[in-house]
């Protein structure tokens, strides 16, 4: 039963947005194009080059969702006709695909059975019988299976080759402590309802060196060589979503004070905490290698994912489903956003509800087994 706290969200995006983003995101709305704006918008990216350790100046924020950020590396990095390698292996590689293919570049799949890591080999081996491809698109963290793809690998693969690495790191950038410009990124995209825990609205993306000179903009609003001189200048081509500008630079001091190493730290400690516990009750965790910013839970034993997600929610505790062929087969908790201990409540919740269908678990298993792995946090 639910009673005086709303709903509280597991979800891989959105996420809860953390008490003081919350306060700085309900004031009165600036105006754009004042000092005050600008500076604030400066400072914004002078925190986002620290927090990919770079001091580039190769990065805009877009007013969009974070397919928008995706579609714009399509249509500013890439022409009509240049092959691309996109590695698919759940939804979001899927939007990749179809992406590039909506632009006119010829995609070849790298088809990866869901819930699976991409192997590096097989990317490289695609790319030797393809030498003159361009660009490889992936996702760090496939949010809709849970799979985390090694693209610190890839980006030393690609490094000598004239193939740019487009990272979708929109359930990544803001949980690992990534460097694009050592780790050989090309471009590196984010977005806000996810791993910034800001209300949907915003995305961000970070290009290299190289990718600078492939510009070409194809898009009016999504013109990565406009919106740079802009942004440098601490402006913005459209009317930018200030809030969430705002809303960004708030986040980004909270992730910086605590160090991305130790934000790292924590989820990873956090995510292999609600693996153990997981088990623990006799569930099985979806993904082989399971990113550390959410879990993808498979239940065995005849048990249907929507009904323990249904379940959860009647106790306030919203959790997502599958996604494409998924759904129905397993159900997602997000750790982005909730402290080491609220995820306790997750755990409770889903002991419940699997008591409540049926199945014979003592209660406080999966709490027990999360507390002991996260003590040491806590
Ligand atoms: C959520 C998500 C997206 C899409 O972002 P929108 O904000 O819904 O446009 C893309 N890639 C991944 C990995 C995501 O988790």
Redesign the pocket.
Known sequence: MKMFRGERLFT??PVEIPDRVREVLSRQIVHHRTPEFREAFLETRELFKRLVGSQSDNFVFFA?????S?EAAIQNFFSSGDKVVAVVG???GE?WSQLGKRWGLEVIDLEVEWGDSVDPNRVEDLIKKHPDCRGVLI??????TGAYHDVKTLGEMLKERDTLLVV?????LGVYNINPESWGIDVL?G????AFMLP?GL?MLWFSQRSKERIQSRSYYFSVSEEVKRQTEGQTAWTPAVPLILGLREVLKILLDIGMDRVEQTYRTVAEGVREAVRSLGLKVFPKNPTISLTAVEPVEGLDAEAVRKEMLKLGVRVAGGQGKLKGRIFRISHMGVDPIDTVVALSALEMALKKLGKDIKLGTAVGAYMETVSDLL
């Open positions: 891989p995006g969009s969702s974070g397919t928008g995706m759940g939804k979001f939007r996702q760090m963290s496939e949010s809709s979708d790191a929109i359930t990544a995209i977005g806000s309802q996810k949907p995305s």
